[in-house]
């Protein structure tokens, strides 16, 4: 420990402390709504405010690296070669961490052409000479060499940079067997891989210490090393110039010329303002309070205090209890159900200023059931789950208001947060109590979940009163009762034949085999089909075929570099290749829905993934419903393994024509789209009369596909590269029948401008209903990162539009066939499926037209597309 007498200087190795907490922390979960990453800062601050708190320094500085040109690449260009890539996600960390030290008032030091562990061992020096005890803070072993008795090295452990492993010359000594100022020496023998500095091979630690201990120094060792028998003799006689080298460059300096007194790094109170400026960019509202108050201020009233509210003591109730618990129906109740086994276990329950839990039994479920089923508002976090138990309980789940999860997703749609305790700390500045699971005996509670409910309730109030309105409708008013809707599709599940899949399986299993047979006879002999390793092997080494794109791991073999290599090549191993390859992935989706069937009612129950995208879309899981290939041959034998249960009668689908054209029709308000559309005549074939110049009736199959792929290209940003390449056509071709659709469809073209422009202007894209997506890329100086933005900014009005009418129809059917039998099964891509029972048909019809056409009011009508039959391929319409 430092002496209390002495003052104690901190030095800090920013880069590495920061790069270690960058790993050490998830990289999703800190993210600012520019779209920022911020692990690295966050960790780095978290545990620099610890080091304040426990090690009490007087005096304080940070140390960075300039850039890598230093004095030891000039010596050794291949210092430090080889490592990997700087993480996309660590770009830009350090500038806004040295922003925030210095809103501290921490002195920030850096040296062109030094390392910062020169500037530690400098300022090292001078605290000691001048009677500090010395706190270095560093991830490179290198720093060891600086311990003596007034300097100690702190180290991050295995645990990462919370926990800090203290090396004074005792622990140095118990640890490497030599004292500190030799460490440099060992490090020279063995090398550092990090450094890119290789040692003499088979000599490690052990064997370097055993010479040290044996010569009493580096320089004896060499001296001596024609005496030193055997191959690592041999190998060190061959290898002395890089051990020479290696000791040249490890040695830090300590003497050179750091613009800075020591007095000048007293540890002074922080730049409140400054402090809070640049910790809102970041968004660190919990670390604010603890910064302030590390840093000898006061936390901003009102503002993240260091003391959180705690939550209130928990009430056990009863049945008859808890009943009466509920006696004001406007009043928001959070609920937390624990569940085992798909079916609640405990419920937690609270209001702003109490929390009550109650063991689940008969009793409490007669109990509750009435309020659940009621208008009465409720707020849970990650509810789907929670209110698929009570529907599996035979309690009715109605009046959500809020779910905290889906409201920080739909807030924060690029990088949402993933649980409660992250939502808490984001949006409450607080600490979710949590209990650490590799402790035996934890020293720390969790919450109860009673308590959950408590900080579900706060922190969905939290983050809804931060949405702009139209987020705040999009979350209320449409995720809300989507959600509902999910949840019963989701218990309701849909009848899958596994006969029908295994036999389809095998098919596709013998199909396989039979390719693979043809493949081999076109090279000689068996290989893995499935091994990028191997195949990269056949493809450019044996048949010299052109390389494809470089990888770390070779010349790409994914599916559509091979698809353009068949193309260019016409080999015909590439097309048993991908032949087989499409069988193979066509039995694993097989297998995959054919193991998802339930054995206790051969139902297979998907998860609707509600906060999956960006856009608004849905997606699935477990299986994952929308890879189902689409109008293909396979694709119709998979379909019709989907069958009508026992009890119903058939299966009612129904589908959005051409959504996303007639939601662009609507945005750019073009009169010939527009147009087309209102006279119900077919879109394609109009455009393609309007391209090429011909009558409608002229537009050939070929004409019609190739404006058919334009015009949904152009709601991608597609270009004429890309068009070219998809219609298998020149590019100078593709790029005048874009020339001749913007011509004639000016508007389209203006509002595909002007909606790129507006969201760089405002930062995010909007939809029809108020959905936004954020897009900080499209101010980005990376062109390629700026040009992916431009391209998604086209596109997510128009699908997180189309996600949103899929929506607001989906949860209006399921409350209309709520007083019938019928049941909503299904949504995949603009696609709902229905269970209809008997006697309904013409009822659930009505129903869903009713709802899916009025689920927007467009400029054009919405066009919706139904059949029937007793199973999903039959019912195709």
Not at 187 to 216: C, I, S, Y
Not at 600 to 609: E, K, W
């Amino acid at each position: 420990m430092t002496d209390p007498t002495k003052p104690t200087l901190l030095i800090v190795d920013g880069h590495s402390l920061a790069f270690r907490a960058f790993f050490a922390l998830p990289v999703d979960t800190f993210v600012n709504a520019q779209g920022q990453h911020t692990n690295g800062i966050h960790g780095f601050l978290s545990m620099f405010i610890n080091l304040l708190k426990n090690e009490k320094p007087t005096h304080v500085a940070v140390a960075f690296d300039v850039s890598d040109k230093t004095f030891r690449k000039e010596e050794y260009p291949d210092y430090k070669e080889g490592r990997d890539a700087t993480p996309a996600e660590f770009k830009g960390q350090i500038p806004l961490l040295k922003q925030a030290l210095e809103a501290m008032n921490i002195t920030v030091l850096e040296k062109d052409g030094f390392e910062a562990d020169d500037i530690l061992a400098t300022l090292a020096k001078r605290g000691s000479a001048a009677g500090y005890d010395v706190l270095v803070v560093s991830g490179d072993r290198d720093a060891i060499q600086l311990v003596n008795d007034e300097v100690t090295l702190l180290y991050p452990s295995v645990q990462g940079v919370s926990k800090l492993k203290r090396y004074d010359p005792a622990a140095v000594e118990e640890r490497y067997g030599i004292p500190p100022e030799q460490y440099p020496d060992v490090a020279a023998l063995v090398g550092e891989k990090a450094d890119n500095l290789p040692g003499v091979p088979k000599v490690g630690e052990k064997t370097a210490v055993k010479w040290l201990t044996q010569f009493g120094s580096l320089d004896a060792i060499l001296a001596g090393a024609d005496g030193i028998k055997g191959v690592v003799g041999q190998n060190l006689r061959d290898h002395i110039d890089d051990v020479r080298r290696n000791r040249r460059l490890n040695r830090l300096l300590d003497d050179i010329e750091v613009p800075v007194e020591l007095d000048q790094l007293e540890l002074v109170a922080a730049d409140e303002k400054a402090v809070r400026d640049i910790f809102s960019e970041l968004e660190f509202r919990s670390l604010l309070g603890r910064v302030l108050t590390a840093m000898g201020g006061e936390a901003p009233a009102g503002e993240s205090a260091p003391e959180q509210p705690a939550a209130p003591a928990v009430e056990e109730l009863d049945a008859e209890t808890l009943a009466g618990w509920f006696a004001d129906p406007e009043r928001p109740v959070g609920v937390t159900v624990v569940i085992e086994g798909g079916l609640p276990v405990r419920l937690g329950l609270a209001t702003a200023d109490a929390a009550v839990e109650a063991a689940w039994s008969d009793e409490v479920r007669g109990a509750v059931a009435p309020w659940f089923a009621s208008d009465a508002p409720k707020v849970l976090c990650d509810a789907k789950t929670q209110v698929k138990a009570l529907i599996r309980a035979g309690v009715e789940v109605r009046g959500l208001a809020n779910d905290a999860l889906i409201a920080g997703w739909v807030a924060r749609p690029a990088f949402p947060d993933k649980t409660l305790a992250h939502l808490v700390d984001r949006y409450l500045g607080e600490k979710l109590p949590e209990a650490d699971p590799a402790q035996l005996v934890p020293e720390t509670d969790g919450a109860t979940p009673g308590q959950l409910s408590w900080y579900a309730l706060r922190v969905a109030d939290a983050i809804t009163a931060e949405l702009p309105e139209g987020s705040r409708r999009i979350l209320l008013d449409i995720e809300m009762p989507t959600l509902l809707a999910l949840a019963d599709m989701e218990v309701a599940g849909v009848t899958v034949s596994h006969e029908k899949l295994s036999t389809f399986s095998a098919e596709l299993g013998d199909r396989a085999a039979g390719i693979a047979l043809f493949a081999y006879d076109e090279i000689g002999r068996e290989v893995n089909l499935g091994s990028p390793k191997q195949l990269q092997q056949v493809l450019f080494e044996e048949l010299e075929l052109p390389k494809t794109r470089k990888t770390k791991t070779g010349y790409t073999t994914d599916a559509a570099a091979l698809a353009d290599l068949q193309a260019k090549t016409g080999h015909p191993f590439l097309e048993h290749l991908l032949r087989h390859r499409e069988a193979t992935k066509l039995k694993q989706i097989i297998d995959g829905l054919d193991a998802a069937i339930s054995p206790d009612d051969a139902r297979v129950h998907t998860t609707y993934l509600q906060t999956g995208s960006q856009t608004g879309r849905l997606s699935s899981t477990d299986p994952n419903l929308q890879n189902i290939p689409v109008r293909t041959e396979e694709s119709k034998r998979i379909r019709a393994a989907f069958e009508v249960g026992a009890g119903f009668d058939t299966l009612l689908t129904a589908d959005y024509s051409q959504i996303e054209m007639r939601i662009m029709a609507h945005l750019s308000e073009d009169p010939g789209l527009v147009a087309a559309f209102n006279a119900g005549e077919d879109l394609h074939r109009f455009v393609g009369a309007q391209v090429f110049g011909v009558d409608p009736a002229d537009v050939t199959p070929e004409m019609r596909s190739k404006v058919k792929a334009m015009s949904y290209g152009l709601v991608y940003g597609l270009s004429a590269f890309g068009l070219a390449k998809q219609l298998g056509i020149e590019q100078k071709e593709a790029k005048q029948l874009m020339m001749g659709y913007f011509e004639r469809f000016g508007a389209v073209r203006d509002y595909l401008r002007a909606s790129v422009e507006k969201a760089k202007e405002a930062g995010y894209t909007e939809t029809i209903f108020g959905r936004r997506r954020p897009f900080p890329d499209l101010t980005s100086p990376n062109r390629v990162l700026r040009e992916n933005a431009e391209r998604a900014a086209l596109n997510a009005p128009i699908q997180g539009s189309a996600a949103d009418i899929m929506k607001i129809a989906l949860f209006g059917i399921a409350d209309d066939l709520r007083p019938l039998r019928s049941r909503l099964l299904l949504q995949i891509h603009d696609e709902v499926v229905v269970e209809v029972a008997p006697g309904e048909a013409d009822d659930v019809e009505r129903i869903v037209s009713d709802r899916m056409q009025g689920a927007a009011q467009l400029t054009v009508p919405l066009s919706v597309q139904m059949g029937h039959g007793r199973d999903w391929n039959d019912a195709a319409h």
